[in-house]
């Protein structure tokens, strides 16, 4: 791989979603921004290679996509349009010297409250913000959503004209909207963030820079809105499910269930910067969602103190969970802590209230039944529940640490 190729690729994946983010936020086209920069990015591989890489990469796409969008405007002759970028142009003179210093203001956050805008179809959100933030593909995206890509791209277009034809604002909400944009801009996050976990010790390098970025979002948010105490909760809970990244597997990639982990290879720094975001966040004596999941998570890292887990404080935050936020998530792992604390056939009858046609496709439903029928010796049952769990395993070690417990059957 050549110099200017590897360098655009690393242009892509550390700094996509700012060139967008600047871009769109002055001209209010999305696509248009889009076009730009990737007309850029084509013309970054074939000019560095000849001429060698420049000192500011990021401010060289910035300045030729820029040229690229007045290009248009001067081609198609759409008054409104010229009109519409005549503040963009006006970067061409003193501007172009901060450009020149890589010192262009950073728009993300507004590109994401604009991916999360009421407006706009709840369910691209996330699509939205992994291809605009985030730099992903249509097709990528369309396989983490089980869809095809045509379809998922056609989404995408939509949304996208959505902002353009209803004319968006690439701004902070007003304080009155705040509340409802900033939660779908953190869920967003979150379902960012699982996509990476699903990998269960990033096997996927894709899936384990999805979480890495859903990390950096996540201290984005907090940043830049201190005061909102689900950022922080959110930013808790990523700290602290990352912090045992390394334990996840064994050296020899085997899967590692949270149980078996090896506490010393969790990331005390990680863990620390977590506690202390949550506690900011509970003294804002705001409780929600995000808080408590990582709360959740908070009373499983303190079995590396206690050497075993608070399961009866765990089920209690899973129930008050479930009054926010009742997930199919949450209402496996609250049967799977009542079945710690209270024992397997309570469990089990917990794990039974949860309708069979919501679980028939969820791994984790099946992986936990097993795993609560072989405790109560029902051995029939719980080989066809590990049955079923291996058929929806899609991560390898997963299925074979599920195939070795059904052999001790």
């Known amino acids: 791989m050549t110099k200017a190729r590897r360098v655009v690729e690393q242009v892509v994946r550390m700094s996509y979603g700012r060139l967008l983010a600047y871009l769109a936020a002055r001209t209010g086209d999305v696509m248009a921004a889009e076009d730009a920069l990737g007309d850029a990015l084509v013309a970054a591989l074939n000019t560095w290679a000849d001429d060698g890489v420049p000192p500011h990469p990021e401010a060289w796409l910035l300045l030729v996509a820029r040229r690229k969008l007045l290009d248009d405007v001067r081609r198609t002759k759409v008054k409104d349009k010229a009109v519409h970028l ?40 996330t699509p939205l913000m992994l291809q605009m933030i985030l730099g992903f593909k249509a097709h990528q995206i369309a396989s983490a959503f089980l869809v095809s890509p045509a379809t998922m791209s056609q989404r995408l277009v939509r949304a996208k004209a959505k902002i353009r034809d209803a004319g968006i604002a690439f701004k902070l909400p007003l304080s009155r909207d705040f509340s409802i944009r900033l939660n779908a801009v953190l869920e967003a996050i ?105 709360a959740i998570q ?75 029928l072989q405790n109560l010796s029902c051995l029939r049952e719980a080989k066809e529940a590990y049955q079923r769990a291996i058929g929806l395993s899609e991560d390898g070690a997963v299925r074979e640490f599920l195939f070795k417990r059904a052999l001790q059957l």
């Open 86 to 125: 005549l503040a963009f142009s006006a970067l061409a003179t003193p501007g172009e010297q901060a450009l020149e210093e890589n010192a262009f203001p950073d728009d993300r956050l507004k590109l994401l409250f604009v991916c999360a805008h009421p407006a706009i179809d709840a369910t691209i959100h």
């Open 190 to 294: 979150y379902a960012v963030y699982t996509f990476g976990w699903e990998s269960i010790a990033g096997s996927d390098p894709r899936q384990k820079g999805l979480a890495e970025e859903a990390l950096w979002l996540a201290r984005l948010c907090v940043q830049l809105m201190p005061n909102e105490p689900e950022a922080r909760g959110l930013l808790a809970l990523i700290l602290l499910c990352e912090a045992r990244r390394d334990a996840r597997r064994a050296v020899d990639g085997a899967y590692v269930p949270l149980s078996e982990q090896n506490t010393a290879l969790w990331s005390r720094e990680m863990i620390q910067a977590a506690e202390a975001e949550l506690a900011r966040a509970f003294g804002c004596q705001k409780l929600g969602r995000f808080q408590l999941e990582a």
């Open 298 to 372: 908070s009373a499983h890292v303190q079995r590396s103190n206690k050497r075993e887990s608070d399961w009866e404080t765990i089920a209690f935050l899973y129930e008050g969970l479930l009054q926010l936020a009742p997930t199919l998530g949450a209402l496996v792992s609250h049967a799977a802590a009542i079945a710690e604390a209270r024992g397997f056939t309570i469990g089990l009858e917990t794990l039974n209230k949860i309708p069979l046609a919501s679980v028939k496709n969820y791994q984790p439903y099946w992986a936990l039944k097993a795993h609560l």
